[in-house]
Each structure stands twice: as C-alpha cells, then as structure tokens.
Nanobody, 114 residues
C-alpha cells in the first residue's frame, strides 16, 4: 500500500536549520507533483513549497529564500531544507504527493523557539 513517511521534524531555536524528508513507499513511478504543506494552531493548512517531476519549484512568499524543496525521483522522496527558521514557522508539516491519486503524510511537528 502507498504510504508517505515524514522525518526530520523537531524542536530548534530561531535561526537554526532543519531538513524534512518524506519517503513515498509503494509507488513505482514518481508522482507528478510533490509538496509540503503546514498547519499552525488555529490556522488553515497552507502550501509551503511544491516541486514537479521535472524539477519546477514554487514557494510561499513567507519562506522564499529560506526554504528549498528538492526530490529524488528514483527514491520517490521529497525534501525540505529549512534555514533561518523563525518562530512563525512553527507548525505541523505535511507531505503531499499527487499522481493518479493524491496522498498525504500524517504530519511532523516543527517547533521553533525564540
């Protein structure tokens, strides 16, 4: 069965970095689009970054210049390098993969202290 498994979340101080990973198991061909979303308490889930199979990327304005999304198509894995983290980046981060069907990870907590 298809599963998206996130890793790399945790508690860090402002200005530090984290790298999130999301491995899609049970998928033979790389999804057309993979993405990271996040949801902070009391707020709606928002798109953080997306990347297509061909390498096209786009970012939310709030993370542009600080976050970098990448993917390994052979491993069906997407990464999110998060630098210069701010307290407002605190949220549950969700991995997303879109192909014939849309899949979601269970989320990983990222907490940035001031």
């Amino acid at each position: 069965q298809v599963q998206l498994v996130e890793s790399g979340g945790g508690l860090v101080q402002a200005g530090e970095s984290l790298r999130l990973s999301c491995a899609a198991s049970g998928i033979i061909f790389a999804p057309n689009t993979m993405a990271w979303y996040r949801q902070a308490p009391g707020r709606q889930r928002e798109l953080v970054a997306i990347i297509t199979r061909g390498g096209y990327t786009n970012y939310a304005d709030s993370v542009k210049g600080r976050f970098t999304i990448s993917r390994d198509n052979a491993k069906n894995t997407v990464y999110l390098q998060m630098n210069s983290l701010k307290p407002e980046d605190t949220a549950v981060y969700y991995c997303n993969a879109v192909g014939p069907t849309t899949y979601w990870g269970q989320g990983t907590q990222v907490t940035v202290s001031s």
